[in-house]
C-alpha cells in the first residue's frame, strides 16, 4: 500500500459536536503530520507525531486534540470548533522527518 | 524561523513554453526542498524534491536549481501541457532530529493556454 489515506472525505459538524478525523499510512513511514489548508493559502501546519510521540504542535488551540495510536494511525479529535475552523484538513506521512512527505486526500471540513 | 516567499503568484505560459518559479529561504540551515503540484480539490503532490548537497535536479520535464549561497531554489517546466496547470507550492525544512517541519511558500497558480 504506498497511498495515505483519510476518512471521512466530507465532513459538517456544528459548534456543539465532537467529531474525529482519521488518518492511516501502511508505507512503515514513523512520521505524521497534520496540516489545515484555507482556499488559496498553503498547507499550514499543526502538529507532527515522530516514532508515535508528539514532537511539534504549532500553538494549536485545545479544541483540536491529536492522538497516535500506532505507528500506522492518526486521529484528530476536534470538539467546540468555531466556523473559522472550517479548511481542509490534511494528513501527510514520511519514513522519518528528514524525508519526503506523502498527503493523503483530506478532509473537506464545514463548521456550521 | 524560516520564511520561504514565492513568485509569482500567478503565471499563464502558451502550451508547448518553459514555465519558471522561484522561491528564497531565509534560514541557511534549511537542506531540503520539496515542490508540490496541487491540483483543484486534490492533495498535494510532491513532484520533485532537492537536498542541498546537489546543485541540480531533473526529472524528465520538470528540473530543480538550488542556489545555496543565494537561498534560492526554482522550479523549471519544460513544453508544458494542459495538464500542467494547478498550483504549485515551494517549502523548505532542515535537519532537526525528529522535528523537522516543512515552510511553504504561498503558492503559484500556473495556468497552461492551449
Known amino acids: 500500500d504506498t497511498e495515505v489515506t483519510q476518512t471521512p472525505k466530507h465532513l459538517v459538524m456544528g459548534m456543539t459536536n465532537k467529531k474525529s478525523l482519521k488518518c492511516e499510512q501502511h508505507?512503515?513511514?514513523?512520521?505524521m503530520y497534520w496540516y489545515k489548508q484555507k482556499a488559496k493559502k498553503p498547507p499550514e501546519l499543526m502538529f507532527v507525531?515522530?516514532?508515535?510521540?508528539?514532537?511539534i504542535n504549532e500553538s494549536v488551540p485545545s479544541r483540536f486534540s491529536p492522538e497516535c495510536p500506532n505507528s500506522s494511525l492518526l486521529n484528530l479529535h476536534l470538539h467546540a470548533l468555531q466556523p473559522e475552523d472550517s479548511a481542509l484538513y490534511l494528513c501527510?506521512?514520511?519514513?522519518?522527518?528528514?524525508?519526503?512527505?506523502?498527503f493523503g486526500p483530506g478532509t473537506r471540513l464545514t463548521v456550521t | 524561523g524560516e520564511n520561504v516567499e514565492q513568485h509569482p503568484s500567478t503565471l499563464s505560459v502558451q502550451e508547448g513554453d518553459s514555465a519558471v518559479i522561484k522561491c528564497t529561504y531565509s534560514?541557511?540551515?534549511?537542506?531540503?526542498f520539496p515542490w508540490y503540484k496541487q491540483e483543484l480539490g486534490k492533495r498535494p503532490q510532491l513532484i520533485i524534491d532537492?537536498?542541498?548537497?546537489?546543485g541540480e535536479k531533473k526529472d524528465q520535464r520538470i528540473a530543480v536549481t538550488l542556489n545555496k549561497t543565494a537561498k534560492h531554489f526554482s522550479l523549471h517546466i519544460t513544453e508544458t501541457q494542459p495538464e500542467d496547470s494547478a498550483v504549485y507550492f515551494c517549502?523548505?525544512?532542515?535537519?532537526?532530529?525528529?522535528?523537522?517541519?516543512?515552510?511553504f511558500g504561498t503558492g503559484t497558480r500556473l495556468t497552461i493556454i492551449p
Open positions: 501527510a506521512s514520511s519514513l522519518s522527518g528528514q524525508n519526503e512527505q506523502y
Open positions: 508505507m512503515g513511514h514513523r512520521a
Open positions: 532537492i537536498r542541498s548537497n546537489v
Open positions: 517549502a523548505a525544512s532542515k535537519t532537526n532530529f525528529g522535528n523537522e517541519k516543512l515552510t
Open positions: 534560514d541557511s540551515a534549511s537542506n531540503y
Open positions: 507525531y515522530s516514532y508515535e510521540k508528539l514532537s
